[in-house]
């Protein structure tokens, strides 16, 4: 699965912990109180920006984190940063999930190359929020949303500067030498944006063939998840910007 999961899709006997970092008090409260209701999910605490999130997220070690993008004194991305890539002797390293009001943000493509799992429009639906969190929690990347393709594609592209698909010597697509002809395939769909399952049904392959492939894709190319895998996808040339799904 690489998008939003149903309602009732995690176990109700694991309890994921949640942080809140955004520096809107009623987006925070709203938020909180929408996931506290829920059996599964337990709101540990509540920052009002960078810096407080990073030093709440240090002591309360929760397994996801919904991050504002713009915030004083310390932004979205500085503190994904911090709480991805960790300094020596700080061995917790919670999922991140970006929130933003825009479509289309170049700070949330930042946030995904460092290894955040995704992001979500505020304006999202509630249950959309819900199935966020426990998509996360459970290690899949939030990548569902024809927006995310969209995103991704627009600054990959931005990046790098209509160069052709052919021809490139980049180190992404020199890595790309290291996949069998097949898991360059399955690394194709991921980018495009397709669940195990989609990929499974296109390439006529059991659903759990299709996840060791993803698992040894990730291994070879030492990538964390499905958000790195689509924007390695794109800077490698693998998938041009403007692509249209086959």
């Known amino acids: 699965m690489n998008g939003i999961g149903a309602p009732g899709a995690f176990p109700s006997d694991q309890v994921t912990r949640v942080v809140i970092v955004d520096d809107q008090a009623m987006v925070r409260a709203g938020f909180a109180a929408l996931l506290a209701a829920q059996s599964d999910i337990d709101v540990v605490g509540e920052a009002p920006d960078g810096v407080a999130g990073v030093e709440l997220c240090r002591r309360a070690h929760p397994d996801v984190v919904l991050m504002d993008v713009r915030m004083p004194r310390l932004n979205g991305l500085e503190a994904a940063q911090q709480l991805l890539d960790p300094p020596p002797g700080v061995t917790h390293q919670p999922k991140v999930l970006m929130l933003t009001t825009f479509d289309v943000d170049d700070y949330v493509y930042e946030a995904l190359r460092l290894g955040a799992s995704g992001f979500l429009l505020k304006d ?87 996840k060791t492939h993803v698992s040894r894709i990730f291994a070879k190319l030492g990538l964390r998840d499905r958000a790195q895998a689509v924007i390695f996808a794109y800077e490698s040339g693998l998938v041009a910007p403007g692509d249209h799904d086959q």
């Open 124 to 210: 999202a639906p509630p249950a959309d929020l819900i199935a966020a969190v426990r998509v996360v929690a459970e290690g899949e990347a939030l990548l569902a949303p024809s927006v995310t393709r969209r995103l991704i594609a627009e600054f990959a592209k931005q990046r790098s500067g209509h160069t052709p698909r052919k021809g490139r010597t980049s180190g992404p697509e020199l890595r790309l030498n290291a996949l069998t002809e097949r898991e360059t395939e399955v690394l194709e769909l991921v980018a495009r944006g397709r669940s195990n399952t989609e990929i499974a049904d296109s390439l006529v392959l059991a659903e759990q063939t299709v």
